[in-house]
Structures are given as structure tokens and as C-alpha cells.
């Protein structure tokens, strides 16, 4: 099990301040998601935090540039996640099954908790 929690402005400031944030941090995919909603900064948070809490769940982390794409979270309402390179290899590795991802925010916060089911 892991999970995280950090604050939405953080990553406003981070969207703003530093071009290549979204590129580093997220695919295509959930660039456009999050762009599409009246609160990009917000849904950003939230995958960010999701992004953190699998890789902690995983005993992997995302300490390393390569591994925040490598952890994509799609789907609505219910997101899942999707799992590549090093990460996938690695869930493999530790015997990784299927992995539960809750999501939530405030005005101020953004969490996720993700369970790691053992094959």
C-alpha cells in the first residue's frame, strides 16, 4: 500500500514555473486530460500524488526522471493504472498483480492511496 499527499498550488507553481514539467511528468494522454478540465492544476496534482502513492506501494519509487511516465493513470470515474519499462519490469519482479488506485482533493490538497494486489 502506498499513498500521498501534496498541495495544489505546489504543482501551479511547478506548471508555471517550469516548462518541462508536464513533458517529464506525464503522457500525452493524461496532459490532455488534465488540460481539458476547468482545474488543470488540480487534476495534475492528483495524478502526481498517484503517480507517488503506486510507486511507494510498488517499493520502487519515482525518485528517478524515467519512471513518472512509466506510470500512467487513465480512466474516469474509477482510474486505473498502466504500468511500462523499468516500472512494469520491476512490479514484475516483486509479483505485482492488479493495482487499486482512490483519488481525492480539496481546494487545497490532493491524495491518492493505491493497493498493490499480489499475484
Known sequence: MGTDLIEIERVRRALDRYERFRERCFTAAEQAYCDSRPNPAQSYAGRFAGKEA???ALGFGVARAFAWKEIEIVGRPKPSV???GRVAE??????????????????????????VNHE
Open 54 to 56: 503506486v510507486g511507494k
Open 82 to 84: 498502466q504500468l511500462s
Open 90 to 115: 520491476w512490479a514484475e519482479h516483486v509479483g505485482a498483480g492488479a493495482i487499486d488506485l482512490s483519488m481525492t482533493h480539496s481546494r487545497e490538497l490532493a491524495q491518492a492511496v493505491a493497493v
